[in-house]
């Protein structure tokens, strides 16, 4: 297990590179607020919990990656909410804890091969939250204070 680490801030527009069409969108936060904790964290997939404002608090799966467009010193988050929302949310307030790690970012031969591993990630971190271990933290006062 990992050190859990907390971040959060209103839902951002992305690049809008298509991760909806892809069915895995990803929830954008301002990541120039926690460089610093990302700096510490290797690039990879991990998992937690999500706390959005005045909806709830769900399951996630996060990739942590360099984003091509900067720098190499930009790290970018990606998290995608395991949940069917039905519609968007930019400008709510999210509040991610992150409570595991899955893997080392990875190049894939395919798109196709990419989605999949995704959806292997997801079903990991969907089994993983059970554990006591990990969800104890959905009480994590930072998740719910914007509730
Ligand atoms: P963008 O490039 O703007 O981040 P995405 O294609 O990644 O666009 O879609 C992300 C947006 O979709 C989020 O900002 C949110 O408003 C919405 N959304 C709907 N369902 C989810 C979900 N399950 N997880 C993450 N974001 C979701
Ligand atoms: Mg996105």
């Not at 069915?23 to 610093?36: C, K, V, W």
């Not at 996060?62 to 929302?85: A, C, R, V």
Request: aromatic share 14%; no cysteine; glycine share 10%.
């Amino acid at each position: 297990p990992i050190e859990p680490w907390f971040i959060g801030g209103p839902v951002i527009k992305g690049f809008g590179r298509g991760s909806k069409v892809l069915g895995i969108p990803t929830a954008n936060l301002p990541a120039e607020n926690f460089s610093d904790v990302l700096s510490e964290h290797t690039s990879g997939v991990y998992f937690g919990w999500a706390g959005l404002s005045t909806r709830g608090i769900y399951k996630l799966v996060m990739s942590i990656g360099w984003n091509p467009y900067f720098d190499n010193t930009e790290k970018t988050i990606e998290p995608w909410l395991l949940h069917d929302f039905g519609e968007d949310f930019y400008g709510e307030e999210l509040r991610l804890v992150i409570v595991g790690y899955i893997r080392p970012e990875a190049n894939f031969p395919s798109l196709e091969s990419l989605i999949e591993r995704i959806h292997e990630d997801a079903r990991i971190a969907e089994k993983a939250l059970n554990l006591p271990l990990y969800a104890k933290y959905t009480d994590s006062p930072y998740l719910r204070n914007s509730l």
